[in-house]
């Protein structure tokens, strides 16, 4: 049962633009597949080898960019933005990895944060590249329904989900836990920590480049506060990892899930719409005290206080 | 360089230390309690702006001049400070988690919340504090009638700035020469030997976060008259904080202090030379180049 | 023939002050070389130069005739010189045996192999029966042993290990013991730091006297015991 689960919960997704569904469940829904990829690319690099990172609107706004810059410049349709981000972030990554991995713990965090910014300023003073804060808008749409947007988005999350569980039981993935785990102890076990590192920071940068360059497809729009923010983008995919499970593989299907109805229902709600960033913040306290592993994380955790209740 | 060049540059560099000075206020809060918590403050700036909003809140309801109102927006603040690292901080320093960054990430959620309430309370709209004396200046030729060169201060500018030097004369005085402030600081040297010698840690981690808050609580009064105010103005704030202790040297206030000063001179030439917009880009640019040649800050390099 | 590992005046200072002095002596093939001395007297800070954490601030360290001073530590460990830390470090939210797994990956080519060593490494520092357990949870005795499993997976020549008879009790002491003395047996070469005498009399081949950083004496366990200059720092700090 356990084998054949994440098949039949995909299979199930697939064909929900089948039933008819109205335009805007189907876009809540894309948009929480998107959350759900960047959500597990963060983890990649954040939960499994332990590299917080408080700047990966570096990364989804220069994959948006690519696919916006190619669409607006050169002409061509914004869709080959997607393989082209794919070497333009892994080059930007591995540049940002040579400056930030060399700090450790919180100086990392706050180092990919002071990238973040620094893009978002860079990309607001370069008009001639990126049009600044006019922003970019593509003006051919491919498809005015959005059931293919859905189709290529959940390709991508399948594909980063299987590409997650495979690094993760590999080399690859006991290297980076160890790296979590110890730095010191796995660099004296012959593990060449800086280099892991770039990979774990390369592999978790593009694929969250490929989120951005399909935003750019998906939204039409795009601007340096949007793709390079840092609390509805940086932010907030901290918190999706956080609430559903660090180091987890579902953690960040179940956060974005969380994240995305959450916001929706708070903007849904005229009353509480200003007040969406104060839900969130408590939230994310909230988790932080009493399930720091996140929901899936702290599974455990959370049948024994369930459990408690009923013998009560 | 015609006089006129020269005129700009001095000016330049004098609205830099003015700056620098209150951005060494804020910052010895940070280095505080990064010195004695060992955490990272990100809603240092949202404090800031707590302080920043309390002041104007005074000036708009009771007329209290800003600089009146650091005597109650610090108090306020100190209350606040210790309120949350007694229910929020603390409790998450014990908890056992696989990233040891979740206290930063909880300043964070601090942070948003801050930030969001305040944007509910007062909008998000910008807001300015008309103090009669905000566009007051002295001027050289006022003092010095032949001078060769003219340049002026703002009266708020370098109120404020007489002001963080007061205060940060004060704090001085209470680390070095009371037993409490002495205390705080064998802390943060050491939390264990601390602890042997009879010092209540926990007393002193509520206290210092009280007093790091009420510090940049009264920075928060002193650029009111300067800035504009919005919900949102925290998070620089906390950026700007957080790289002037990484450049002078993490927990050293001497540091802070300094570190203040280059930066602020810093901004003040970038605005000046190269553009407004770009101010921020050169703050991170010496923020990493610092991690990168100076990982110690320019403290490191007085010890050798 | 050229020793295994071959200090040659090694120094290291902090700021002032030197926590090694021109230390230089050999590690031959096969032996059980005992590094002892007082607290604080470098014997660590001498595994973190040999190791590569810190590179020595005067001298040289040659491994197999290789210079591997100013070698990254990851580097020196591929080179075949495997260590422990005095302070054990396991990868606590991992299990026993992917603790080993981890480090058997240096020389496995595949998932397979790198199980396959660990299972063997786990056999033989008997660890093998509790390879599930989280490795937060484990006593220290087997903490201590999950060191040396894992610096065992990186199938060294050469293996340091940094007190791992501290804090045991008789019994798990004879077993340390002899899980040693079957690493000797397949032929790994060992320099062992050790505060425990009866221990360290009984596996140790040579010894090497360490005191303020020096080196004062260096002799079979016999001729140590009986060196003028080794009682006197001993009891000069008693």
């Known amino acids: 049962m356990k084998k054949i689960a994440p098949t039949l919960i995909v299979a199930a997704i697939a064909v929900l633009p089948l039933l008819g569904l109205s335009t805007y469940i189907l876009h809540v829904l894309i948009l929480t597949i998107m959350w759900s990829v960047i959500g597990m690319a963060w983890n990649l690099l954040g939960g499994f080898c332990g590299q917080v990172s408080f700047g990966h609107a570096a990364f989804f706004g220069v994959g948006a960019y690519t696919s916006g810059i190619l669409y607006n410049k050169f002409g061509i349709s914004a869709w080959w933005g997607m393989p082209a981000s794919i070497g333009v972030v892994a080059v930007f990554a591995l540049f940002i990895g040579f400056i930030t991995l060399r700090l450790r713990g919180p100086f990392f965090a706050l180092g990919t944060l002071a990238v973040g910014v620094i893009l978002r300023v860079t990309a607001e003073n370069l008009p001639d590249v990126t049009e600044g804060n006019l922003g970019i808008m593509i003006r051919e749409r491919s498809w005015v329904d959005k059931t293919w947007y859905f189709y290529i988005i959940l390709t991508l999350a399948v594909l980063v989900f299987l590409l997650v569980k495979k690094v993760v039981g590999s ?142 | 360089m015609t006089s006129v060049q020269l005129e700009v540059l001095l000016q330049t560099i004098i609205s830099g230390i003015f700056l620098g000075g209150l951005y060494a206020l804020l910052a010895i809060g940070m280095t505080l309690i990064m010195g004695v918590m060992k955490i990272i403050n990100l809603a240092h700036g949202e404090l800031m702006m707590v302080g920043m909003y309390i002041a104007y809140a005074l000036f708009s309801f009771f007329k209290i001049d800003p600089y009146i109102a650091v005597f109650i927006a610090a108090p306020v603040l100190f209350g606040l400070g210790v309120l949350l690292q007694k229910f929020l901080i603390n409790p998450v320093m014990k908890v056992d988690s696989i990233l040891p960054e979740n206290q930063v990430i909880l300043t964070v959620g601090i942070g948003m919340v801050l930030a969001n309430l305040a944007t509910i309370f007062f909008s998000s709209d910008y807001r300015s504090t008309p103090v009669t004396y905000a566009t007051k200046a002295w001027y050289i030729s006022d003092f010095w009638k032949d001078s060769p060169l003219e340049l002026s201060i703002s009266l708020p500018w370098s109120v404020s700035f007489f002001f963080a030097i007061l205060i940060t004369a004060v704090l001085w005085f209470f680390l070095t020469k009371t037993d409490l402030g002495k205390s705080i600081r064998a802390t943060a040297q050491d939390n264990d030997a601390a602890l042997l010698m009879g010092v209540n840690v926990m007393r002193m981690r509520m206290l210092t976060f009280g007093l790091g808050s009420s510090l940049v609580g009264a920075a928060g009064c002193l650029f009111l008259p300067i800035y504009y105010l919005f919900p949102d103005i925290g998070g620089q704030f906390t950026l700007i904080a957080f790289v002037i202790t990484i450049l002078g040297g993490l927990g050293s206030t001497v540091g802070a202090i300094l570190g203040g000063l280059v930066l602020g001179v810093f901004e003040s030439l970038t605005a000046t030379y190269v553009g407004m917009g770009w101010a921020p880009v050169g703050r991170f640019i010496i923020f990493i180049a610092v991690l990168i040649f100076i990982p110690g800050g320019i403290v490191s390099l007085f010890k050798k | 023939m050229t020793p295994l590992l071959e200090l040659k005046g090694i120094s290291r200072f902090f700021g002032g002050l030197a926590a090694l002095t021109d230390v230089s002596f050999e590690v031959r093939k096969d032996e059980i070389l005992g590094l002892i001395g007082p607290n604080g007297a470098g014997k660590t800070t001498l595994f973190n130069v040999v190791n590569g954490f810190y590179a020595p601030s005067r001298g040289e360290v040659f491994f197999k005739g290789e210079r591997i001073s100013g070698l990254k530590p990851h580097q020196v460990c591929a080179r075949g010189l495997a260590r422990t830390f005095q302070v054990v470090k396991p990868l606590q939210r991992m299990s026993v045996l992917d603790n080993v797994i981890a480090s058997a990956f240096l020389r496995a080519k595949s998932k397979a192999q790198a199980v396959q060593i660990a299972g063997e490494v786990l056999h033989l520092t008997g660890l093998y029966d509790d390879r599930e357990v989280i490795s937060k ?102």
């Open chain 1, 171 to 312: 080399r690859l993935g006991y290297y980076f836990v160890a790296i979590r785990e110890d730095q010191d102890a796995a660099e004296s076990l012959g593990i060449n920590t800086t280099y892991y590192k770039t990979i774990a920071l390369c592999l978790s940068a593009v694929i969250t480049g490929l989120a951005g360059a399909f935003y750019t497809n998906y939204m039409g729009y795009i601007d340096p506060k949007v793709v390079f923010a840092l609390h509805d983008i940086s932010i907030v995919v901290i918190m999706v990892v956080m609430v559903g499970g660090v180091a987890t593989f579902w953690g960040p299907v179940v956060g974005s899930a969380i994240m995305v109805l959450l916001a929706e229902l708070i903007r849904s709600i005229p009353m509480l719409g200003a007040a969406h960033l104060t839900f969130f913040g408590v939230l994310l306290i909230v988790i932080i005290i009493f399930l720091p592993n996140g929901i899936i994380g702290d599974i455990p955790k959370l049948k024994r206080l369930l459990g408690i209740r009923k013998n009560l």
């Open chain 3, 137 to 238: 949870g484990l006593p220290l005795g087997k903490r201590k042993r999950l060191e040396i499993a894992r610096a065992l997976a990186t199938k060294p020549e050469l293996i340091l290990l940094d007190e791992s008879f501290a804090g045991l009790n008789p019994t798990e002491q004879n077993e340390s013991i002899d899980i040693i003395r079957k690493i000797k047996e397949i032929g790994i070469t060992i320099m062992i730091i050790e505060h425990n005498m009866k221990v360290i009399m009984s596996i140790s081949d040579r010894i090497i006297v360490l005191n303020y950083g020096q080196k004062i004496a260096e002799g079979s366990p016999e001729e140590t015991r009986n060196n003028p200059l080794v009682i006197e720092a001993y009891l000069g700090e008693a």
